[in-house]
């Protein structure tokens, strides 16, 4: 008996049948059978919510590629320009004590580990650690890596970064920043990995965050968001491509209207903001 047989029992063997044909070559069947769970086992529109969910992944996840790219470009820019320096990245005298302090076999610090994982990374691509510069430092390193390194930095040291990428916020702190960069990564991994984003699970992941609190809701209070959708209203607005980000986004909500609105209690995403968002950044 395979999978979606055993799950849904009661489906019809035309249904079995059907379900088998859609997903060859496109998921496995436990994939699936989020979707069927979602829509009460109803096929066609499980179909429909697996093309919406595919062809959502592939949109976010190129202009978070790219706001990953811009992101660690913006950070070394600042950095350097505080700290006066053009390799802080393996300097420990820019990180916080605590990061430092040894705790590993060899007196190895935190520090030391992540400046093997850059170097490693370094490595990965060819390129020697050795009088390496941040900008060849953070375009080899994965985004955990970046935000590891961003959480330890001295606070005096990113002010201005942070100030900057939180302008739209009416908080402008660190905790802010970073609980972002930590939803960012969610839902990054969860593209490039070919995870579910048309899940309740999305939503119930982002929320670990803490990010859910009035204080730290966007300028607009008229704008009522999901975990999700604030996430994506970080990067829109700290892209230099947002209008476009918007736009190609709000195409495939177009495009699915009639699937996501009939499912809208169950999914992590609403398309009222990102209409609100396309209209307002376009009249701009």
């Not at 990965?124 to 935000?147: K, P, V």
């Not at 990054?188 to 990010?211: D, E, K, T």
């Not at 999901?226 to 909500?253: A, K």
């Amino acid at each position: 008996m395979d999978y979606i047989a055993r799950e849904f029992p009661h489906l019809s063997d035309s249904e079995s049948i059907e379900i088998n044909r859609f997903i060859v070559h496109k998921c496995s069947p436990f994939y699936f059978s989020e979707f069927l769970r979602t829509t009460s086992c109803n096929v066609s529109d499980a179909e429909e919510l697996f093309k919406f969910d595919e062809r959502l992944r592939s949109v976010l996840i190129q202009y978070l590629l790219r706001f990953e790219i811009q992101i660690k470009n913006d950070f070394v820019q600042a950095v350097e320009k505080t700290t006066e320096s053009t390799s802080f990245w393996n300097d420990s005298s820019f990180y916080l004590p605590n990061f430092l302090v040894p705790r590993f076999a060899g007196g190895k610090s935190d520090f030391d580990y992540v400046k093997s994982k850059v170097e490693e990374s370094l490595s990965n691509l060819n390129m020697s650690s050795l009088g390496a510069s941040d900008y060849a430092a953070f375009y080899a390193i994965s985004f955990g890596t970046f935000i590891r390194v961003f959480k330890e930095i001295s606070p005096v040291y990113k002010r201005d970064f942070i100030a900057s990428y939180t302008r739209y916020l009416p908080v402008h702190d660190f905790q802010t920043m970073h609980s972002y960069l930590l939803c960012v990564r969610a839902i990054r991994n969860r593209c490039a990995h070919g995870n579910h984003l048309v899940s309740i699970n999305l939503v119930n992941q982002l929320n670990q965050y803490s990010l859910i609190k009035q204080a730290n809701r966007v300028a607009n209070p008229t704008i009522s968001c999901s975990e999700f959708e604030l996430t994506l209203l970080f990067v829109f607005h700290n892209l230099f491509c947002f209008r476009e980000l918007i736009r190609d986004l709000h195409n495939v909500l177009l495009r699915y209207e009639e699937i996501y609105t009939k499912y809208a209690g169950k999914q992590s995403i609403n398309p009222t903001i990102c209409a609100k968002l396309f209209h307002s950044t376009t009249r701009g």
